[in-house]
């Protein structure tokens, strides 16, 4: 963990970065690409593009995968308001016990392009659901966020390293990956605890291999950096090992474990009068393996 070294508040820069930490993580993203352009209502609030009397806003590649890592969530709403340069902004949003402020300011370049950006991501809330969070914020960029356009601006602007920036990310990253291996590793033995056994259901090895085919399914995605997915997949052996034997209950992952209240979040978003559905649309999650081994 990387101490917060300088930090200050107002118009002043706001330093430091945290990975893994009890109460909260602080991390620094360069920005690649300024789309999708969105509006903020009267309210401050996000809303999609080209309603009459909204300003404009730049939410950015790092900004959306953000908002999108944390599901359903309250529209955010603006803190900062873009004036001239509608890239510069800063807003907060709440999903259940998360809460995550953005940052975003240009560092090099007069903020001419999009490229001149990094956000400043700011979560607190259980870390397990921090990691979690962090780990499809990268994996949906497809690329090492912490990677800047020009590292001594990076750097002096952040407060941290080149190393400390990566430290902090790959640790959440890490944490997350073990927490969903444990998941894997922990209803693998509770399949294994079932074999031979028949609990008066005739096609219960059919059903247990049900559960480990989506077990190896897991397993795939986890290498993929596929969270959503193995989450599904996780999904579907708990349902198995349920059906082959009623009398157990299985934990699986936090997130599986808050599904009724995930779920809830869900239904109360699509009833939200600010449709921003587009943000949250599935997106291809890409395989980040061949490029850790690149940088190893």
């Given at each position: 963990?990387?101490?917060?070294?300088?930090?200050?508040?107002?118009?002043?820069?706001?330093?430091?970065t945290?990975g893994?930490d009890?109460?909260?993580?602080?991390?620094?993203?360069?920005?690649?690409e300024?789309?999708?352009?969105?509006?903020?209502d009267?309210?401050?609030r996000?809303?999609?593009?080209g309603?009459?009397?909204?300003?404009s806003?730049?939410?950015?590649?790092?900004?959306?995968?953000?908002?999108?890592?944390?599901?359903?969530?309250?529209?955010?709403?603006?803190e900062?308001?873009p004036?001239?340069?509608?890239?510069?902004?800063?807003?907060?949003?709440?999903?259940?016990?998360?809460?995550?402020?953005?940052?975003?300011?240009?560092?090099?370049?007069?903020?001419?392009?999009?490229?001149?950006f990094?956000?400043?991501?700011?979560?607190?809330?259980?870390?397990?659901?921090?990691?979690?969070i962090?780990?499809?914020?990268?994996?949906?960029?497809?690329?090492?966020?912490?990677?800047?356009k020009?590292s001594?601006?990076?750097?002096?602007?952040t407060?941290?390293?080149?190393?400390?920036?990566?430290?902090?990310?790959?640790?959440?990253?890490?944490?997350?990956r073990?927490?969903?291996?444990?998941?894997i590793?922990?209803l693998?033995?509770?399949?294994?605890?079932?074999?031979?056994i028949?609990?008066?259901?005739?096609?219960?090895?059919?059903?247990?291999?049900?559960?480990?085919?989506?077990?190896?399914?897991a397993?795939?995605?986890?290498?993929?950096h596929?969270?959503?997915?193995v989450?599904?997949?996780?999904?579907?052996?708990?349902s198995?090992?349920i059906?082959?034997?009623?009398k157990?209950?299985?934990?699986?992952?936090?997130?599986?474990?808050?599904?009724?209240?995930?779920?809830?979040?869900?239904?109360?978003?699509?009833?939200?009068?600010?449709?921003?559905?587009?943000?949250?649309?599935?997106?291809?999650?890409?395989?980040?393996?061949?490029?850790?081994?690149?940088?190893?």
């Open positions: 963990m990387s101490p917060i070294r300088g930090s200050t508040t107002g118009d002043e820069k706001i330093t430091g945290i893994i009890p109460n909260r993580t602080i991390l620094w993203a360069q920005v690649n300024g789309q999708p352009q969105m509006s903020i009267s309210d401050l996000l809303r999609p593009r309603i009459a009397g909204n300003s806003v730049y939410l950015g590649d790092v900004g959306r995968a953000a908002l999108r890592s944390l599901g359903p969530a309250d529209p955010p709403v603006f900062e308001l004036g001239y340069d509608e890239q510069k902004w800063i807003m907060i949003t709440q999903s259940g016990d998360i809460k995550m402020k953005i940052i975003s300011r240009s560092y090099w370049g007069f903020g001419l392009i999009s490229t001149c990094l956000n400043r991501i700011e979560i607190t809330g259980p870390l397990s659901l921090r990691a979690r962090i780990h499809d914020i990268a994996a949906s960029l497809g690329r090492n966020p912490w990677e800047s020009f001594s601006f990076f750097t002096r602007h407060g941290a390293t080149s190393e400390e920036h990566r430290v902090a990310w790959e640790g959440l990253i890490e944490r997350a073990e927490e969903m291996n444990d998941d590793i922990m693998e033995e509770k399949l294994n605890s079932l074999k031979g028949s609990n008066g259901i005739e096609n219960i090895d059919d059903i247990l291999e049900e559960a480990r085919i989506s077990l190896d399914e397993r795939l995605a986890l290498a993929d596929n969270a959503p997915a989450e599904r997949a996780l999904g579907r052996v708990t198995s090992l059906e082959a034997d009623p157990t209950e299985i934990r699986s992952s936090e997130s599986l474990a808050n599904q009724g209240n995930i779920d809830s979040k869900r239904e109360i978003s699509e009833n939200s009068e600010v449709d921003a559905s587009h943000l949250l649309e599935d997106i291809p999650l890409v395989d980040l393996t061949e490029e850790e081994s690149q940088d190893s």
